[in-house]
């Protein structure tokens, strides 16, 4: 008979460790909460639009290797966009185009020359993008208490933080280098280095539904598993003869293997009394939010003054907006990630698109608030934890210390930022460790 496993919560480290395992031959149990999947990661109908939004961009990068192994399992994997090259357009409040480009050199030499040949910086800045080859060779910074000491040490001041590793921390970390824990820091400049892929830009063609969700549904239910939407996992008895999930109807839920796949704050609510991870204080870990608006022009106004760019993607230096994201020729998207450090999120969503309007018609050449027909303000308030250097401690391996009770979430630890990659790393861990133990 086939082994079983019960996953309670159904975002993307839920998901994927239940494909990972039914792949392997396992009957999978899934419980989800909410009347959908995903999670934090996911796309919405919008009657009076009549479209389906994301409630958020999510970009991948090349070294997102757990992420395309799921999407080549449940067929979705050709739904991405690869850059061929690093290669970012900015644009600035002095209206200025600026592109990121790197050479097709191999790591590190093609982040570097990227920088080196950047129009933003000054002499002695790209004299010191040269200091940078110290994070390249296994030195210990132990010494720094965030990232943005350590980047200071390294001479990454003025333009060198203006221009990109403000942007780029605040999209892989959503939060400012002063909350970013340098071990966390280091472990994505590694993965980034690790290969020739590592620093390019991916991005779905697909909605986030299409490209993570509805064919990972489908994959698991067409091979005969379970999944039960709008049904909250509450406890768990573990460590005994009768191991089971409870539901919130009071039913057992029997299974060989369990995985928590919940997100950090429900973690102690639902299995704080489970004897083996009560030393667990995740809840301790902070939230950031990321705030995301649509935009649509009116009939008459088109998107010209948009930079054409391969992956339709342009970001904005100086202001509270940091991305767009080129939908069609009359419709883009905005992203303000670390949105409550940036005193964004609190604001209604009139002041949200009043603030865009201002940012957009300080750096964008033609563009005027009056060329705006309609918008949509979606608030993701605990959209990411913040990395900080308190985190390092807070988040939990993966094997708990009960023989068949595991724990999945972008939140364990996985060295990741708050990523898709760190949920469905910490799934491959959960559904490797499960594999070795049943021999399969
Ligand atoms: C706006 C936005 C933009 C983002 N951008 C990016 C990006 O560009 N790149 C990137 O890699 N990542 C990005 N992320 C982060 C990424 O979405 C998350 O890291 C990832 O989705 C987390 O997945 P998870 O399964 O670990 O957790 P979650 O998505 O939180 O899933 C946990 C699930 O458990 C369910 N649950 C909770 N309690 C219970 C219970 N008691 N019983 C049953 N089910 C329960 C919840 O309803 C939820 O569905 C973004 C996130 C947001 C919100």
Redesign the pocket.
Known sequence: MKKSVAI?????????AAVFLAEKGFKIKL????P??????YSFYDRDRKMFF????????GW?KN?FDFLKIIGTYNDLKFQSNLEIDFLDTYKQKLKLKSSGLRPPFNLLSALISFPGFTGKEKLSVLKLRALMNGKSFDNFSNTAELLDSLGQTGNLMKYFWEPFIL?VF?TAAKNVSVNVFMNVISKGFSDENGFKLVIPSNDLNQLLIDRAEEYLLSRGNEIEKS????GAVLNSSDDHFITEDTRKIKADHFIS???FH?FR??FGNTSGPDHICAERLRSSS?V?VHIFLKDNCNLEFLKDNPLGMTGLIGTKIQWIFKKSESYFSV?I?GADELGVTELSSEEIADLCIEDLEKCLNGFSGEMIKDYKV?K?K???FIPDNESDSLRPKQLTGIKNFYI????TDTGLP??????IQ??RICSDHICKTEGI
């Open positions: 309670a919560g159904g975002g993307i480290a839920g998901l994927s419980f989800e909460s909410s959908k999947l995903g999670g934090r990661a994301d409630n958020g961009q999510h970009l991948l990068a997102y992420t999209a959503n049904v909250r996992i509450i796949a919940v997100p429900s609510g639902v990321i995301s992203v990630s979606i993701e605990r959209a990411t999945a979430g972008d939140w708050s990523t898709i990659e760190s949920a910490s799934a």
